[in-house]
């Protein structure tokens, strides 16, 4: 079996899958949410001392099994260099005492890869990725083969959640209580879907983040409670529209039999309605990972372990590097991962 590990962000996970029928024996998730709540974000120094003290506390649940681990695949990026560091250097750690060797996964790749938990692989397929990090379509043909077809420009789709939750402040992360607070609230106010007269695909949150901002600065001190609902109903309405009107685009010069949402964000209710949608009216097949899979979770770093493990992508302890930042020219759609 394969012992997973993920730590890239705020959630310290472990998971134990089969390698052969790919069947998660174990799984378990420290949520780190609490502690950066008063933040209204992530604290990179904070995180990785969670992450120290949570993963050797998760790793003692896992002893009965230590015996049969045939090896470590753990998170090496994108993600924050600190606590990306912590997860690799358990695996380090693990891979000399268990003498076993370590598979390094893209964190990205695990997101599309909680699709196929305990299932088979079914690429190609088109993916729209949605996290705190990223917002991507993606045309994924094999574990090797995956191009970047539109990114954003500037923030991300869940980052424009958090955004918009602090701005109210309701906290971190944003993206469950946007959506809960939309649901009361009323499109009242006219927040423009970005990029709407632009030829090109791809995303950009930034400018929405500031309608919102300057929305909630005119409401002031006397801002009310329906004031509050109404913001997260007409932003919430604005991104996932954006999202539409881009995935639109792809879809008429791609026309993807298979398409899939990936990602923390891939939890909102509105995203998967309207995606599922705009996918039946292209005849296309939608995949939706279940929802304790869209976040974080080491569940599907040892599913794409298993695909890493059989093509023999195995490095030794001292030969696995961190890469915090997925490079510009990635970010740009130059370059495949
Ligand atoms: O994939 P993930 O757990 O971490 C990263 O890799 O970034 O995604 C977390 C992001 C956060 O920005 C969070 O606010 C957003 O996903 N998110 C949502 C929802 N649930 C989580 N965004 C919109 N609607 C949601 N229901
Ligand atoms: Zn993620």
Redesign the pocket.
């Known amino acids: 079996m394969i012992l997973s590990i993920e730590s ?4 310290s996970s472990l998971a134990l899958t089969k390698i052969d029928t790919r069947e998660l024996l174990f799984h378990k998730k420290i949520s780190q949410e609490l502690a950066h709540s008063t933040y209204g974000g992530v604290v990179p120094e904070l995180a990785a001392r969670l992450h120290a003290a949570a993963l050797p506390k998760i790793l003692e649940e896992t002893a009965p099994y230590l015996k049969e681990i045939q090896a470590i695949a753990v998170t090496n990026e994108p ?1 924050l260099s600190v606590s990306l560091l912590e997860g690799v250097m358990m695996a380090k750690a693990l891979s000399i005492a268990l003498a076993v060797p370590i598979v390094p996964i893209n ?2 790749k695990g ?1 599309i890869y909680s699709l196929f938990i305990e299932q088979e692989e079914k690429l190609p397929m088109g993916v729209l990725l ?5 917002t991507q379509i993606l045309d994924a043909k094999s574990y090797d083969d995956i191009k970047i077809l539109a990114s954003t420009l500037d923030d ?4 424009s ?2 955004k918009t ?1 602090k701005m109210l402040r309701l906290g ?5 209580i ?2 809960e607070y939309a649901k009361l609230g009323q499109k009242r106010f006219n927040f423009t879907i970005p990029m709407q007269k632009s030829k090109n695909i791809a995303f950009s949150y930034s400018g929405l983040k500031n309608q919102v901002r300057v929305a909630v600065q005119k409401l002031g001190e006397s801002i009310s409670q329906q004031d509050m609902y109404d913001i997260a109903a007409s932003f ?1 309405d604005a ?1 996932i529209n954006h999202i539409l009107k881009q995935c639109e685009k792809i879809f008429k010069q791609n026309a993807f039999k298979e398409f899939a949402i990936v ?9 998967r309605e309207k995606m599922g949608d705009l996918c039946e009216k292209f005849g296309t097949k939608l995949y939706l990972p279940p929802l304790e899979f ?3 979770n080491a569940a599907m770093i040892g599913r794409a372990g298993i695909e890493a493990y059989g093509l023999k992508r195995f490095v030794l302890p001292h030969e696995i590097k961190i890469n915090p930042k997925t490079s510009q020219a990635l970010l740009q759609g130059k370059m495949s991962f």
């Open positions: 890239s962000c705020d959630d993600g964190h990205l997101h949605v996290s705190g990090g990223h991300s789709f869940g980052e959640f958090d939750a971190y992360p944003g993206g469950n946007i959506e919430q991104a990602g923390g964000a891939s939890a909102n209710q509105m995203l869209c976040s974080d």
